[in-house]
């Protein structure tokens, strides 16, 4: 079981480049979130999928759109990157949505916009 | 506002020493708690969590946390680390009965041992 895994694992784009972090589970979630850490502030929600689907944006969406491929693949797109989008970016998983569920992360990418 | 404060962002700790983590909250109800850890080059992985019942949670790797509902706190302790506890560590809250993406998170409070 590879868990949750994320391409690329690095990654530095100009301002006005687009790009598609790409996320993939093998634990037969439901769920799937992506996530944004920046240095001094917790985690913050991008977007969600509660189910193969379905997303629903989150704490801070603008500037990126997502898209539930399949119940494996959650995928993050950035259409015209800027300098505010440089942040380590973290897909995650669980079984289903509720709090219950324990969320289980990837090793996230690095994205830096110069 | 709901809010989740983890006051140290750095703490250093000799090998075999305690270890406390703070982890204050402001929330309306008692939310539910988590404390996960981040490995260097890796996601995030759960390192306990409390809903209801006993106040002090056991959870992975020899970490507790002590939930006190008088002070918001949910402090996460260890009574002797290892060079490998070396992360950073994250604590979260939620509704109670609430979604993972309800979660609020704290800023982290990276964890240097020292030989």
């Known amino acids: 079981n590879a868990g949750v895994t994320q391409t690329p694992k690095f990654q530095v784009l100009k301002t006005g480049q687009s790009m598609t972090l790409q996320c993939a589970q093998d634990?037969?979630?439901?769920?799937m979130y992506w996530y944004r850490q920046d240095p001094g502030m917790g985690l913050r929600l991008i977007y969600y999928?509660?189910?193969?689907?379905?997303?629903d944006k989150g704490e801070v969406p603008n500037g990126y759109n997502v898209s539930r491929l399949n119940k494996r693949e959650f995928s993050l797109r950035l259409e015209s990157a800027a300098p505010s989008q440089t942040s380590v970016y973290f897909c995650?998983?669980?079984?289903?949505?509720?709090?219950?569920?324990?969320?289980?992360f990837g090793p996230g990418t690095r994205l830096t916009v110069l | 506002a709901q809010s989740v404060t983890q006051p140290d962002i750095h703490i250093t700790v000799s090998e075999g020493a305690s270890l406390e983590l703070r982890c204050n909250y402001s929330y309306g109800a008692t939310p539910y708690l988590f404390w996960y850890v981040q490995s260097p080059g890796q996601g995030l992985q759960l390192l306990l969590k409390y809903f209801s019942g006993d106040t002090l949670v056991q959870g992975i790797k020899g970490f507790e946390a002590e939930f006190k509902r008088s002070q918001s706190s949910f402090n996460l302790r260890k009574p002797s680390v290892h060079w490998s506890d070396a992360a950073e560590y994250f604590c979260?809250?939620?509704?109670?009965?609430?979604?993972?993406?309800?979660?609020?998170w704290g800023a982290g409070t990276k964890l240097i041992i020292k030989p």
């Open positions: 999928s509660a189910s193969e689907g379905t997303t």
């Open positions: 979260a809250v939620g509704p109670p009965f609430g979604s993972n993406y309800q979660l609020i």
């Open positions: 634990m037969n979630h439901n769920s």
């Open positions: 995650a998983s669980s079984e289903v949505g509720s709090a219950y569920n324990e969320q289980f």
